[in-house]
């Protein structure tokens, strides 16, 4: 995939082994022992906090116990029944803020909590089934349709196989899998894992995917609630803010997400663009994630500009020292005022103006400054880019769901990133994919029943 | 500085710290090593008659705790599978060497006196301190009517005791086993028999584990396996109980105990001691971890009987007994609480759950607005039996308060609860 944007700028001066190398994962897998050490660590609490701060309801404290007592397809099972992508959580969920900051033994003298993302993993990794852990019921001669085969879509459309429907899912892009595909930083998500992960999900049968498909585009709603029972959208957030300034186009502004999309298909690591000094804008784990990737391809000076402190970032203080240990600089306080262009018109800085809080508002002080780069990372949101969901009510900019995940439209669900209230999670996603789909089989079943 | 040294039934040692009759203690080469890195004595691999026994491949297994810790070990060995000659050489040159240190040899030889009249002399030239009568292996040896085989019969163990002492002017230890009822009865015969000393436990008939894909118990030997000998921390209960229950029996009081089981560190030995034991004999800590944890036993020991006022061993020797009684006679009119101290309790509900699904429904879970679990004890519900306590996690978090009840002391037998009580 070329990045038209940057393509003026140089490229790496390593080899792709030596690229592929910095992308190795970033929290090396458990071994045996490891693991049998760390799961030996549990209390096994009732009613244990970190399962009831897993968005998919993972019982956690009965996994690890599974793996300590050498039962590693228990563990396994365990977690799949509730979140099928648990392979891809394990490795992107920020368990720093979920199970982990919930668990007991941060208390007092341990301050250490069991290692559960990694734990999960490692089940996960081990895992020996003859065939897939879960059957289909019998079939209910239902047809559903799927938009999107992100995390919130692939969830829903396994937990519909297994109940018995149907599913067809319509994907844009060429791939499946949605962000653990395109968009998870690359030493999250190594090698093909989301492609393995999602021969895996569909094991179970009854799931068709149709690539090239786009809403607005080749794709109708109105097509689809002709020809299947029910549809779920699982949209994501396709559609990079925008910042509104003039220049916001020129060559060597471009989109964080769709840089990491690039990263993450190419196979020569050699042939990406790589500026020399780059400045993210942006205070979620998006802007760490491309500014901790572009350091490790090469760029000498990263500098992530945020316009609040460092404790209103969305990113977790954990991805904010991930950033500080790549030598990521971190400005606060500033927000974009103007693209400096060259006189070909490509990027050559940004001037920024220092920011602070007034009457809790926060406002520019109009003191500016300006940071030289080749090229700016936007990591400041993701909206809708899809025309056809028109006929859907809105919460902001995100589709109206109650909660059964119905929308205003009979007949139609969504979940994930496009809904709201979200958390932009992918195993929120996941929760919402797998709850949908057992409200869509639920109103089915009724619908038949009535019959 | 505490005097750790002792004389048990007229055998000297330095401290109490003996490697009881076991691998550790099989030949002069490992003997030195104990008696380098500082152990008081040694009971010497159990002697029997020649030709010497045959040990099959392999011998040991264990039970595992969470973390690959040895809770319990098993093994099939049986006793010395050297020559005699060998082992009375040896001993001989050891006990010359190291002529401060308790040297005790072990004897197991079939239930004829003439076995026991031509070996005791053979023993004495040796210039050992004492002999110790293996009446407890409970594999292989037991099969053919000796350890655990005469341990169990008091008769035997009383006659064969007395023909040591008959043809022999060393201290006689009477070794037992735990593999019986009652541990009184072997004890009261071995006192009969003219026992100097007597020391427990032997080990305790086991299988820790099986090959569930073979379908064979641990060791392993071909395809088949065999009930083994269990020891190491798990027993130290068993081993503590069977020393008090001796300790206490009016009909043996004042028998010298070597207390064995599962001691690893110098409070299992202050343990030990404190419910009548003189001596106290290890083989398992050693054997998993060398003989240098003799070290940490001798400094805590001493700090610890410092810190006391103890200044020997025989100061403190039975303080506990006085203490250890029966049922009958425990406080019917005690009292404890359990106290849940919400600063260090970290919510993990451990405490909540086996009180409610498998006690007395004393913990109350309260879900706080923010999420958060509070656990609080139901005091008249609770009848302070410690469970919580034990399941908790966190150090001093639950703790048992005992209650002013303001009612005297008062046993079962004179409880009016009681249908059977004593007349007043």
Redesign the interface.
């Known amino acids: 995939m070329m990045i038209e944007s940057l393509k003026h700028l140089p490229r790496p001066q390593l080899s792709n082994a030596e690229l592929s190398g910095q992308f190795t994962d970033l929290a090396p897998a458990l071994s045996a022992r490891q693991a049998?050490?760390e799961s030996?660590r549990c209390?096994?609490?009732?009613?244990?906090?970190c399962t009831?701060s897993c968005p998919s309801e993972i019982d956690v404290a009965g996994f690890i116990r599974n793996i300590?007592d050498g039962d590693i397809n228990s563990a396994a099972h365990g977690i799949l029944k509730q979140n099928i992508l648990g392979g891809s959580c394990a490795r992107v969920c920020p368990t720093e803020i979920l199970c982990e900051d919930a668990c007991?033994?941060n208390?007092?003298a341990e301050g250490q909590p069991v290692k559960i993302g990694l734990l999960q993993r490692y089940a996960l990794d081990h895992m020996k089934f003859a065939s897939h852990p879960f059957t289909r019921a019998a079939t209910t001669g239902r047809k559903i349709a799927v938009v999107g085969a992100g995390p919130a879509g692939l969830s829903c459309a396994h937990r519909l196989a297994m109940l018995g429907n149907d599913v067809v899912i319509f994907e844009a892009r060429e791939k499946p899998g949605g962000l653990n595909e395109y968009g998870i930083a690359k030493y999250k998500l190594v090698g093909d894992f989301a492609q393995k992960e999602v021969e895996f999900l569909l094991a179970i049968g009854g799931i068709e995917i149709r690539y090239g498909q786009t809403l607005g585009g080749n794709l109708r709603l109105k097509d689809l609630h002709g020809s299947f029972d029910s549809v779920f959208l699982g949209l994501g957030l396709g559609a990079s803010r925008r910042l509104g300034l003039t220049g916001e186009d020129a060559p060597g502004l471009l989109a964080a997400v769709d840089y990491i999309a690039a990263l993450r298909q190419a196979d020569d690591l050699t042939q990406l663009p790589v500026p020399a000094r780059a400045i993210v804008i942006g205070g979620g784990n998006t802007a760490i994630d491309i500014a901790v990737q572009i350091r490790l391809l090469g760029a000498e000076e990263v500098t992530l500009v945020y316009r609040r402190d460092a404790a209103k970032m969305t990113a977790t203080g954990h991805e904010q020292d991930i950033a500080k240990a790549n030598l990521v600089s971190i400005r606060t306080w500033a927000q974009p005022q103007q693209v400096l262009l060259d006189k070909a018109g490509r990027v050559r800085g940004m001037r920024f103006e220092k920011t602070r809080m007034e009457a809790a508002r926060l406002t520019g002080s109009g003191e500016t400054f300006d940071i030289p780069a080749e090229a700016i990372f936007k990591a400041i949101g993701q909206g809708f880019d899809c025309a056809d969901i028109d006929g859907l009510e809105r919460d902001g900019d995100k589709i109206r769901v109650d909660d059964q995940f119905r929308t205003c439209l009979p007949g139609f669900y969504a979940g994930g990133d496009c809904v709201a209230p979200g958390q932009d999670l992918t195993v929120q996603a996941v929760q919402h994919g797998k709850l949908a789909a057992l409200a869509i089989h639920r109103d089915l079943m009724a619908k038949m029943e009535a019959a | 500085m505490a005097d750790l040294s002792i004389n048990f039934c007229g055998i000297k040692s330095p401290n109490p710290f003996w490697l009881a009759s076991a691998p550790p203690t099989d030949k002069a080469y490992n003997v030195v090593r104990a008696f380098e890195a500082g152990w008081g004595g040694v009971v010497w691999k159990t002697l029997g008659e020649d030709p010497a026994a045959v040990n099959v491949s392999s011998r040991y297994s264990a039970h595992y705790g969470n973390n690959r810790e040895v809770l319990g070990f098993n093994n099939i060995e049986l006793i010395t599978d050297r020559s005699l000659t060998i082992n009375l050489r040896e001993i001989t040159q050891v006990k010359k060497d190291w002529p401060d240190r308790a040297m005790v040899v072990s004897l197991m030889l079939p239930c004829e006196e003439h076995y026991w009249k031509n070996m005791l002399p053979l023993i004495e030239a040796t210039g050992a301190d004492g002999i110790e009568l293996n009446f407890g292996c409970p594999h292989g040896m037991s099969e053919r009517g000796m350890g655990s085989a005469v341990g169990q019969v008091p008769e035997y163990v009383e006659m064969v005791t007395r023909w040591c002492k008959a043809h022999t002017k060393l201290p006689v230890i009477v070794k037992l086993t735990p593999n019986i009822t009652d541990v009184r009865l072997p004890a009261r015969a071995a006192l009969a028999g003219g026992a100097d000393a007597v020391s427990l436990i032997n080990t305790i008939n086991s299988i820790t584990a099986l090959d569930l894909d073979r379908m064979i118990a641990l060791p392993v030997v071909g395809n088949s396996s065999t009930h083994g000998g269990y020891c190491g921390s798990a027993v130290k209960p068993i081993a503590l109980n069977m020393v008090a229950e001796i300790a206490r029996d009016p009909l043996t009081k004042g028998l010298p105990i070597s207390g064995i089981g599962g001691i690893g560190n110098w409070r299992d030995v202050a343990e030990f001691i404190a419910l009548g034991a003189g001596s106290v004999q290890v083989c398992t800590a050693a054997m998993l971890h060398g003989f240098r944890i003799v070290e940490g036993m001798k400094d805590g020991l001493s700090r610890w009987m410092d810190e006391k006022g103890y200044r020997s061993v025989a100061e403190f020797s039975g303080k506990a007994i006085p203490n250890t009684t029966d049922w009958k006679n425990l406080d019917m009119n005690y009292q404890v609480i359990a106290h849940i101290d919400q600063g260090s309790c970290i919510q993990c509900g451990r405490c909540y759950v086996a009180c409610e699904d498998t006690s007395h429904q004393s913990i109350a879970q309260h879900i706080e607005a923010s999420g958060a679990r509070r656990y609080e004890v139901i005091e008249h519900e609770c009848v302070g039996c410690n469970l919580c306590e034990i399941t908790c996690p966190v150090e001093d978090c639950i703790t048992m308060v005992a209650q002013d009840t303001g009612k005297a002391y008062m046993n079962w037998t004179q409880d009016p609860r009681n249908p059977r009580r004593e007349a007043r």
Request: net charge positive; proline share 6%; aromatic share 12%.
């Open positions: 049998i050490i030996a209390l096994y609490c009732y009613d244990a906090p009831r300590h007991v033994r208390h007092h």
